[in-house]
Every structure is written in structure tokens, then in C-alpha cells.
């Protein structure tokens, strides 16, 4: 799953079949009410340059208020989206391709630009407790590095 | 309805909630395989408390149980924990359970129709 080789991985892609057709997934991802059903609320309009937000659980802890600050970066209709991706100490961006096949549609997401040298980024993990983050979870970075050589 | 797989490792953030399950793991990380007996003692727990805790770790596949004559034997495995040392792995159970919303949606007929007209319609009636 993750090149380790180069170090913490910075990105995250997902790769979803979808049995309805590219226009479909397409209002589902640029129709605010039909994206807020799936995804957050939000304000977005699929205009290039558009600023919105998606509203969410804030986590304190992270210095995340709950909200996402977006801009639309492309549009290309039924086929790509990007948008900039930014909360709390995040700036990243998000882009969906989709790709008809046979009767329905390969939908690729590509979240990219995470920063792994960022340690509120890692907020994720805090939600596992104390104790875990620190000499355990070395410990066992450690000990995949090993299993992994 | 959407047949989407149970992302990988929910059960393993679920057992690595608990702190006494994460000391049950350093110790077999840090002394090797051990039976639930000796496990017990150096908890100050009783047996059954640890081996309740084992069997969430178990079924976690965190740790493998191997019988040696009466006793069991409970060895660390690695493999789930790679997902957990991936510190992005919770944004992709994120986007993972987002888009099984997505795929219901879908399902549900919500976006079917007046395709290739991306203006938006009025606010659909609730859920």
C-alpha cells in the first residue's frame, strides 16, 4: 500500500466502479444539495476560481474549526473536477476523474499534497489516545521498516 | 444496496482504542509470543479480563493464537498495523466511507435524470 522507501506517503487515491453513468456521478459531485447529501454541506458551483466551504465536524485538538476552504481549481463536465482543499493546517487539493466503463463509471479520487513533516496533520492518529503515538508507534515503525526490508 | 467492502482495519482502530490492549501489544512487541498466562501476571489482571482484551485483538487480526499442549500461545501480528503506521490512513477511511454514501445516492435514482445540465434544481424535499 505505501512506498516506504521514499518515506511517508503524501497523497491518497481511491479507485471506485460506480454502476450509474459519468452525467450521473457528475451531479452528484457538483450539484450542491446532491454533493451535501454525500459528502457536507456546502456552497460550491462549478465555476474555475469559485471559493466555497464544506462544513465539518470541527476537531479542536487538530486546530481544525470545521470548515473547509475550497476553491475550484478545473472543471472539465462528466469528466474532471479539482478543487483546492484546505482545513485547518491542511493545503491540499482533490481531483476526481471519471472514466465511463461498460455501463457505468470508474470514479478515480486523487487527494494529494498532505505533509507529513506537519504534526498537526497527523491530528488522525490522537484519536487513537495517549501513550499510542509516541514510544509504541515508533516502536512499531520500526519494526515494519524491519518486516518490510 | 451498495456492496461496497468494509474498509480495511476499522476493527483494528477499535481495538487500539483501548490502552490496555496497546500494553497487551507492546509486551508481546517487546518480549515475543507468550501464553495468555503469563500475559495475565504481568498485567495484575484476571485471566479472563486479558483474555477477553486477547480476543478483541484476535479478531482484530492484531494477534495470532497458537495452542502448545494447554496453553495458548499469543504472537503480535504485524500485518494490520501497517495501515495504522500509514498516518494517512484515516482521510482514506474518510473518503472510503464518503464515497459508499456516494454510491447509496447513486442508487437511490437522486441523480438521475436532466443529465449534462449541471444547473442546480430547488433543494430536494428531505432526505
Same mark, same amino acid.
Do not use: K
Given at each position: 500500500?505505501?512506498? #516506504? ?9 481511491? =479507485?471506485? &466502479? ?8 457528475? #451531479?452528484?459531485?457538483? !450539484? ?11 456552497? &460550491? ?7 466555497? +466551504? ?10 481544525? =474549526? ?6 475550484? @481549481?478545473?472543471? !472539465? ?13 491542511? =493545503? +491540499? +487539493?482533490?481531483?476526481? #476523474? ?6 457505468? +463509471? ?5 487527494? !494529494?499534497? &498532505? =505533509? ?9 492518529? *490522537?484519536? @487513537? ?7 509504541? @508507534?515508533? #516502536?512499531? *515503525? ?8 | ?28 512487541? /517487546? ?10 501476571? $504481568? ?15 484476535? /479478531?482484530?487480526?492484531?494477534? /495470532? /493464537? ?5 496453553? $495458548? ?29 456516494? $454510491? ?24
Amino acid at each position: 500500500m505505501t512506498g #516506504r522507501d521514499g518515506g511517508a506517503r503524501t497523497a491518497i487515491h481511491v =479507485d471506485e &466502479f460506480l454502476g450509474h453513468p459519468p452525467a450521473a456521478v457528475w #451531479r452528484a459531485l457538483t !450539484e450542491p444539495d446532491l454533493l451535501a447529501r454525500w459528502l457536507m454541506p456546502n456552497d &460550491f458551483a462549478p465555476v474555475v476560481g469559485h471559493e466555497f +466551504t464544506f462544513s465539518a465536524v470541527p476537531l479542536p485538538d487538530a486546530g481544525f =474549526d470545521g470548515v473547509v476552504r475550497c476553491r475550484v @481549481l478545473a472543471v !472539465e463536465p462528466a469528466r474532471l473536477l479539482r478543487i483546492g482543499w484546505r482545513g485547518g493546517s491542511l =493545503d +491540499t +487539493t482533490v481531483t476526481w #476523474r471519471l472514466v465511463p466503463e461498460g455501463q457505468g +463509471t470508474r470514479l478515480l479520487l486523487d487527494h !494529494e499534497g &498532505f =505533509d507529513p513533516d506537519d504534526p498537526l496533520q497527523q491530528h488522525a492518529l *490522537r484519536g @487513537l489516545g495517549g501513550g499510542w503515538r509516541g514510544r509504541l @508507534l515508533a #516502536r512499531l *515503525r520500526e519494526l515494519l521498516d524491519a518486516l518490510a526490508a | 444496496m451498495p456492496r461496497t467492502p468494509a474498509p480495511a482495519g476499522p476493527d483494528v482502530f477499535g481495538a487500539l482504542a483501548n490502552p490496555t490492549r496497546r500494553d497487551l501489544l507492546q509486551a508481546l512487541l /517487546e518480549r515475543g509470543p507468550q501464553p495468555a498466562q503469563s500475559l495475565a501476571a $504481568r498485567f495484575d489482571m484476571a485471566r479472563p479480563s486479558v483474555s477477553e482484551h486477547l480476543r478483541v485483538l484476535r /479478531e482484530a487480526g492484531l494477534v /495470532e /493464537e497458537r495452542r502448545a499442549g494447554r496453553q $495458548r500461545i499469543y504472537r503480535l501480528e504485524a500485518e494490520p498495523l501497517r495501515e495504522v503506521a500509514d498516518w494517512l490512513a484515516p482521510y482514506e477511511r474518510f473518503w472510503r466511507d464518503r464515497l459508499a454514501g456516494l $454510491r447509496e445516492l447513486l442508487d437511490s435514482g437522486a441523480a438521475d435524470g436532466a443529465v449534462g445540465s449541471p444547473a442546480p434544481g430547488p433543494p430536494e424535499a428531505g432526505r
